[in-house]
Protein backbone atom coordinates (compact mmCIF):
# COMPACT_ATOMS: atom_id res chain seq x y z
CA UNK A 1 0.00 0.00 0.00
CA UNK A 2 1.88 2.85 -1.29
CA UNK A 3 -0.34 5.73 -0.56
CA UNK A 4 0.38 8.86 -2.37
CA UNK A 5 3.11 8.98 -4.91
CA UNK A 6 4.90 11.50 -6.22
CA UNK A 7 7.18 11.67 -9.59
CA UNK A 8 9.52 13.59 -9.81
CA UNK A 9 11.24 14.35 -6.06
CA UNK A 10 13.64 16.79 -7.57
CA UNK A 11 13.67 19.03 -10.54
CA UNK A 12 15.48 21.89 -12.10
CA UNK A 13 13.85 23.74 -14.91
CA UNK A 14 15.45 26.89 -16.87
CA UNK A 15 12.35 29.71 -17.25
CA UNK A 16 10.24 28.57 -19.88
CA UNK A 17 10.30 25.30 -20.13
CA UNK A 18 7.15 23.63 -19.36
CA UNK A 19 6.74 20.05 -16.94
CA UNK A 20 4.31 18.03 -15.58
CA UNK A 21 4.17 16.73 -12.08
CA UNK A 22 2.61 13.24 -11.23
CA UNK A 23 0.96 12.31 -8.58
CA UNK A 24 -1.34 8.60 -7.90
CA UNK A 25 -2.88 7.35 -4.74
CA UNK A 26 -4.03 3.93 -4.39
CA UNK A 27 -6.79 4.17 -1.65
CA UNK A 28 -9.74 5.04 -3.75
CA UNK A 29 -10.07 8.69 -2.83
CA UNK A 30 -12.33 10.99 -4.45
CA UNK A 31 -10.61 13.95 -3.99
CA UNK A 32 -7.37 15.02 -4.85
CA UNK A 33 -5.06 18.52 -4.05
CA UNK A 34 -2.04 20.02 -5.52
CA UNK A 35 -0.71 22.58 -3.04
CA UNK A 36 2.94 24.64 -3.07
CA UNK A 37 5.13 25.61 0.04
CA UNK A 38 7.41 28.60 0.06
CA UNK A 39 10.31 28.58 2.77
CA UNK A 40 9.00 29.48 5.86
CA UNK A 41 5.46 29.32 4.95
CA UNK A 42 2.30 26.80 5.39
CA UNK A 43 0.91 25.21 2.38
CA UNK A 44 -1.45 26.92 -0.30
CA UNK A 45 -3.90 25.17 -2.42
CA UNK A 46 -3.19 25.48 -5.81
CA UNK A 47 -6.03 23.39 -7.93
CA UNK A 48 -8.32 20.27 -6.50
CA UNK A 49 -10.36 18.00 -7.67
CA UNK A 50 -13.49 17.01 -5.50
CA UNK A 51 -14.33 13.50 -7.62
CA UNK A 52 -13.07 12.07 -10.94
CA UNK A 53 -13.75 14.74 -13.59
CA UNK A 54 -13.83 17.83 -11.84
CA UNK A 55 -10.92 20.48 -10.79
CA UNK A 56 -11.45 23.63 -9.83
CA UNK A 57 -9.03 26.78 -8.80
CA UNK A 58 -7.95 26.86 -5.38
CA UNK A 59 -5.96 30.05 -3.87
CA UNK A 60 -2.87 30.18 -6.44
CA UNK A 61 -3.82 28.81 -9.55
CA UNK A 62 -2.18 31.39 -12.38
CA UNK A 63 0.88 29.27 -14.41
CA UNK A 64 -0.86 25.81 -13.31
CA UNK A 65 -3.23 23.34 -14.90
CA UNK A 66 -4.01 20.12 -13.58
CA UNK A 67 -5.96 17.34 -15.10
CA UNK A 68 -8.37 14.54 -13.02
CA UNK A 69 -6.30 11.64 -15.57
CA UNK A 70 -9.05 8.63 -13.52
CA UNK A 71 -9.68 8.41 -9.98
CA UNK A 72 -5.85 7.32 -9.38
CA UNK A 73 -4.16 10.15 -10.95
CA UNK A 74 -4.21 13.78 -10.74
CA UNK A 75 -1.19 15.74 -12.59
CA UNK A 76 -0.11 19.09 -12.40
CA UNK A 77 1.49 21.08 -15.39
CA UNK A 78 3.54 23.76 -15.61
CA UNK A 79 3.55 25.52 -19.30
CA UNK A 80 6.13 27.79 -19.15
CA UNK A 81 8.09 28.07 -15.76
CA UNK A 82 9.27 31.27 -13.81
CA UNK A 83 10.91 31.53 -10.90
CA UNK A 84 8.34 32.46 -8.78
CA UNK A 85 7.05 29.16 -9.13
CA UNK A 86 10.24 27.31 -7.24
CA UNK A 87 8.91 25.94 -4.42
CA UNK A 88 7.78 22.36 -3.14
CA UNK A 89 4.79 20.93 -4.21
CA UNK A 90 2.45 18.46 -2.06
CA UNK A 91 -0.14 16.57 -3.35
CA UNK A 92 -2.77 15.21 -1.36
CA UNK A 93 -5.85 12.67 -1.42
CA UNK A 94 -8.91 12.14 0.77
CA UNK A 95 -12.22 10.49 0.90
CA UNK A 96 -15.02 13.67 -0.02
CA UNK A 97 -16.16 15.05 3.61
CA UNK A 98 -15.13 17.28 6.96
CA UNK A 99 -14.45 14.32 9.18
CA UNK A 100 -11.79 12.17 6.74
CA UNK A 101 -8.22 11.72 7.08
CA UNK A 102 -6.17 13.20 4.17
CA UNK A 103 -2.96 11.87 3.35
CA UNK A 104 -0.23 13.70 1.55
CA UNK A 105 2.89 12.83 -0.72
CA UNK A 106 6.63 13.38 0.12
CA UNK A 107 6.73 16.53 -2.39
CA UNK A 108 8.26 17.46 -5.40
CA UNK A 109 11.11 19.88 -5.00
CA UNK A 110 10.80 22.35 -8.17
CA UNK A 111 14.04 24.80 -8.65
CA UNK A 112 13.40 27.36 -11.54
CA UNK A 113 16.49 29.41 -12.95
CA UNK B 1 -13.42 31.04 5.66
CA UNK B 2 -12.76 30.33 9.00
CA UNK B 3 -9.43 31.06 10.84
CA UNK B 4 -7.26 29.58 13.49
CA UNK B 5 -4.24 31.24 15.52
CA UNK B 6 -1.32 29.56 16.85
CA UNK B 7 1.79 30.22 18.76
CA UNK B 8 4.53 30.82 16.22
CA UNK B 9 6.80 28.80 18.27
CA UNK B 10 6.56 26.52 21.52
CA UNK B 11 9.53 24.67 23.50
CA UNK B 12 9.14 21.13 25.46
CA UNK B 13 11.70 19.02 27.32
CA UNK B 14 12.01 15.16 26.08
CA UNK B 15 9.40 12.90 27.60
CA UNK B 16 7.58 15.67 29.46
CA UNK B 17 3.62 16.54 28.01
CA UNK B 18 3.25 19.25 25.54
CA UNK B 19 0.23 21.06 25.54
CA UNK B 20 -0.24 23.14 22.29
CA UNK B 21 -3.16 25.66 21.91
CA UNK B 22 -5.05 26.57 18.80
CA UNK B 23 -8.22 29.17 18.51
CA UNK B 24 -10.83 29.44 16.34
CA UNK B 25 -13.35 31.51 17.49
CA UNK B 26 -15.22 31.46 14.08
CA UNK B 27 -15.42 28.18 13.94
CA UNK B 28 -19.19 26.75 12.56
CA UNK B 29 -21.06 24.28 13.78
CA UNK B 30 -20.02 21.93 11.14
CA UNK B 31 -16.16 22.56 10.73
CA UNK B 32 -13.91 19.19 12.18
CA UNK B 33 -11.17 20.59 14.00
CA UNK B 34 -8.01 19.22 12.54
CA UNK B 35 -4.21 18.88 13.45
CA UNK B 36 -1.51 17.63 11.42
CA UNK B 37 2.44 17.70 11.50
CA UNK B 38 5.21 18.11 8.99
CA UNK B 39 8.65 16.64 10.36
CA UNK B 40 11.56 18.80 8.39
CA UNK B 41 11.42 17.79 4.59
CA UNK B 42 8.67 15.69 4.72
CA UNK B 43 5.11 16.43 3.68
CA UNK B 44 1.92 16.92 6.27
CA UNK B 45 0.64 13.58 8.29
CA UNK B 46 -2.38 13.64 10.47
CA UNK B 47 -2.45 13.53 13.80
CA UNK B 48 -5.84 13.81 15.17
CA UNK B 49 -9.51 15.41 14.22
CA UNK B 50 -12.71 16.34 16.41
CA UNK B 51 -16.45 17.93 16.33
CA UNK B 52 -17.61 18.27 19.68
CA UNK B 53 -15.86 15.70 22.49
CA UNK B 54 -12.38 14.97 23.24
CA UNK B 55 -10.69 12.65 21.22
CA UNK B 56 -7.83 10.06 21.55
CA UNK B 57 -5.46 8.03 19.59
CA UNK B 58 -2.27 6.77 19.50
CA UNK B 59 -0.30 9.68 18.59
CA UNK B 60 -2.32 12.21 20.53
CA UNK B 61 -5.49 13.87 22.27
CA UNK B 62 -7.46 16.45 21.00
CA UNK B 63 -8.97 18.72 24.02
CA UNK B 64 -11.67 20.94 22.57
CA UNK B 65 -13.53 23.58 24.63
CA UNK B 66 -16.98 23.54 25.20
CA UNK B 67 -17.87 26.09 23.14
CA UNK B 68 -15.52 25.23 20.29
CA UNK B 69 -13.52 28.44 19.72
CA UNK B 70 -10.61 26.69 21.17
CA UNK B 71 -8.85 23.66 21.26
CA UNK B 72 -5.54 21.85 22.30
CA UNK B 73 -3.59 19.10 20.78
CA UNK B 74 -1.83 16.95 24.00
CA UNK B 75 1.21 14.50 23.17
CA UNK B 76 1.65 12.68 26.22
CA UNK B 77 5.38 12.34 26.34
CA UNK B 78 7.34 14.22 24.37
CA UNK B 79 10.29 12.54 22.06
CA UNK B 80 12.54 14.02 19.62
CA UNK B 81 10.83 12.71 16.57
CA UNK B 82 7.76 15.24 17.68
CA UNK B 83 9.88 18.47 16.44
CA UNK B 84 7.78 19.27 13.30
CA UNK B 85 5.13 22.04 12.53
CA UNK B 86 2.05 21.58 13.69
CA UNK B 87 -1.05 22.48 11.67
CA UNK B 88 -4.70 23.31 13.76
CA UNK B 89 -6.96 23.43 10.62
CA UNK B 90 -10.65 23.90 10.60
CA UNK B 91 -11.80 21.35 7.34
CA UNK B 92 -14.82 23.12 6.38
CA UNK B 93 -17.16 23.80 3.48
CA UNK B 94 -17.73 21.97 0.28
CA UNK B 95 -16.90 25.12 -2.06
CA UNK B 96 -12.99 24.25 -2.00
CA UNK B 97 -13.67 20.36 -1.96
CA UNK B 98 -13.13 20.51 2.03
CA UNK B 99 -9.13 21.21 0.94
CA UNK B 100 -7.32 21.75 4.14
CA UNK B 101 -6.37 25.77 4.79
CA UNK B 102 -2.62 25.97 6.55
CA UNK B 103 -1.67 28.56 8.30
CA UNK B 104 1.67 28.77 9.54
CA UNK B 105 1.42 26.13 12.34
CA UNK B 106 3.62 25.98 15.50
CA UNK B 107 7.26 24.95 15.63
CA UNK B 108 7.69 22.72 18.35
CA UNK B 109 10.98 21.91 19.60
CA UNK B 110 11.91 19.65 21.73
CA UNK B 111 15.30 19.30 23.83
CA UNK B 112 16.78 16.09 25.26
Known amino acids: NAGVTQTPKFQVLKTGQSMTLQCAQD?????MYWYRQDPGMGLRLIYY???????DKGEVPNGYNVSRLNKREFSLRLESAAPSQTSVYFC????????????FGQGTRLTVV | DAKTTQPNSMESNEEEPVHLPCNHSTISGTDYIHWYRQLPSQGPEYVIH???SNVNNRMASLAIAEDRKSSTLILHRATLRDAAVYYC?????????????FGKGTSLLVTP
Open chain 1, 49 to 55: SASEGTT
Open chain 2, 89 to 101: ILREGSNSGYALN
Open chain 1, 27 to 31: MNHNS
Open chain 1, 92 to 103: ASSFHGRDTEAF
Open chain 2, 50 to 52: GLT
